[in-house]
């Protein structure tokens, strides 16, 4: 009943400022280059360009403890519906090695949204609303959760200059198995170097009740060839034993335009 109630919960939020945003004139279109949620774990606050498609694909490697976690890939795929709103997808195969056990398959396919809830104002951020729901059966046995796994962040920017911005993420994620969720943040300043070049440092953790947070740190280059089309590295440590002792990543991303309206 307790994640049945932090779940309504959840949905009641998003409905509220679902409703909110749509009826104020709230303009987030990414507008020049592209802007990606990858690689830092602060998810952008921008909303992708009306009509495009647009692909954030990564490859990373994680060390947790004794054993290991390769993604390859994970897929972010976002669709512009409007100045206000995009849709999102998330696909993602995994494969875990602990000492002589190795499991791969697909997680559960994540299925949501981004919303502009408002413009940046003097000390009041530009915000954005992201969610998302794992569909269980969306996903190969080895992965299956027993429920929904639902999971939500508020991104906010703060815009200093034309090349500097600080973005951070607050929110919560369920993990399908009906416990409590882990409430996450994370802070990331960011810096444009150049027409082509964007690098990045960045805190996040995450804090679980009864339980021990997790907390990292990490950086990363990208390197834009075009707007439409960039490449990144990455990487990471823990910050105390539970998390994720490293990780490193590349990725590529780029964006079409789909539609005709």
């Known amino acids: ?42 998810e952008s606050v921008s909303i992708t360009k009306k009509d495009y498609l647009q692909a954030e694909i990564g490859f990373n490697k994680e060390k947790y403890g004794t054993g290991f976690t390769w993604v390859h890939p994970t897929a972010l795929w976002k669709l512009g519906l409007n100045s206000r709103f995009e849709l999102r997808l998330i696909t993602e195969a995994n494969t875990l090695k602990s000492g002589p056990t190795k499991i791969s398959g697909l997680v559960p396919t994540q299925i949501g949204g981004k919303i502009a809830l408002w413009k940046e104002k003097g000390i009041i951020p530009q915000t954005s609303l992201i969610f998302h729901t794992g569909i269980p059966a969306l996903g190969s046995t080895t992965f299956k959760t027993p429920f929904l796994s639902p999971n939500f962040r508020f991104t906010l920017q703060h815009t200093f200059t034309d090349r500097i911005a600080l973005g951070y993420n607050l929110g919560a994620e369920w993990d399908g198995n009906g416990g409590s969720p882990d409430w996450i943040y994370t802070l990331a300043p960011g810096i444009n170097l150049g027409e082509r070049w964007y690098a990045y440092a960045e805190i996040f953790g995450s804090i679980r009740p ?26 990471g440590k823990g910050l105390n034993e539970e998390s994720v002792v490293y990780y490193v990543a590349v990725g590529f991303s780029f964006r079409i335009k789909v539609l005709n309206r």
């Open 1 to 42: 009943m307790t994640l049945y109630r932090e779940a309504t919960a959840t949905i009641k939020l998003i409905v509220f400022f679902s409703l909110t945003t749509f009826l104020q004139q709230v303009n987030a279109q990414q507008t020049g280059r592209m802007d990606t949620d990858r690689p830092d774990q602060t």
């Open 210 to 235: 009864l339980e021990k947070p997790l907390h990292g740190i990490d950086g990363g280059i990208a390197y834009y060839f075009n707007e439409n089309c960039k490449i990144d590295f990455s990487g």
